[in-house]
């Protein structure tokens, strides 16, 4: 167990829905990061909180966005989804540079 | 900008053989991180190693050393004694000192046979 906690680890859901994934990161760490891991674009860096401010944006569309909340989970909401918005989004936490750790993942399906 | 290139797909290695991993970067950033993480089956990300541009000696930690050419922008990671469990994903990644963002690979593929 990593320490990061993402739920659920699985979802299927239908074109256009939305869908909530969240987030809890490692205890003390204050930042959140979001990235999405599909076959066609590898890894890439979605978004990042640090104790409730969004603190950098990559690659992130504008169907999606994310928070984080006073207790310093995260959450990342993808609305109108579409087929290739099926992925495994991950979230990290980090307290520093270099001690970054992954949650399982939540692998999202959009059928 | 950062880029990460990995450029082996995929790679064969033989039980207790040794195995490099190649990694080259790019980014006009004159400090940065340099991180490998592995994915197996299962698909989560476990971090193995990680080297700073200013550290003066490579990075090792446990069977995974990471060799650190800073000249020729590479960071390869060396895998010693290969395990059947180490068959998994690699994937290198860089941030920058301004951000801590990671900029992926597009990975490598390592198979362990017996």
């Known amino acids: 167990d990593s320490g990061v906690t993402q739920t659920p680890k699985h979802l299927i859901t239908a074109t256009g829905q939305r869908v909530t994934l969240r987030c809890s990161p490692r205890s003390g760490d204050l930042s959140v990061y979001w990235y999405q891991q599909s076959l066609d674009q590898g890894l890439q860096f979605l978004i990042q909180y640090y104790n409730g401010e969004e603190r950098a944006k990559g690659n992130i569309l504008e169907r999606f966005s994310a928070q984080q909340f006073p207790d310093l989970h995260s959450e990342l909401n993808l609305s109108s989804l579409e087929l290739g918005d099926s992925a495994l989004y991950f979230c990290a936490s980090s307290p520093a540079l270099y001690g970054y750790t992954f949650g399982s993942g939540t692998r999202l399906t959009v059928v | 900008a950062q880029k990460i290139t990995q450029t082996q797909p995929g790679m064969f290695v033989q039980e207790k053989e040794a195995v490099t991993l190649d990694c080259t970067y790019d980014?006009?950033?004159?400090?940065?991180?340099l991180f490998w993480y592995k994915q197996p089956s299962s698909g989560e990300m476990i971090f193995l190693i990680y080297?700073?541009?200013?550290?003066?000696q490579n990075a090792t930690e446990g069977r995974y050393s990471l060799n650190f050419q800073k000249a020729r922008k590479s960071a390869n990671l060396v895998i010693s004694a290969s395990q059947l469990g180490d068959s998994a994903m690699y994937f290198c990644a860089m941030s920058g000192s301004n951000d801590y963002k990671l900029s992926f690979g597009a990975g490598t593929t390592v198979t362990v046979r017996a």
């Open positions: 080297q700073g541009s200013y550290d003066q």
């Open positions: 980014t006009s950033d004159p400090s940065y991180g």
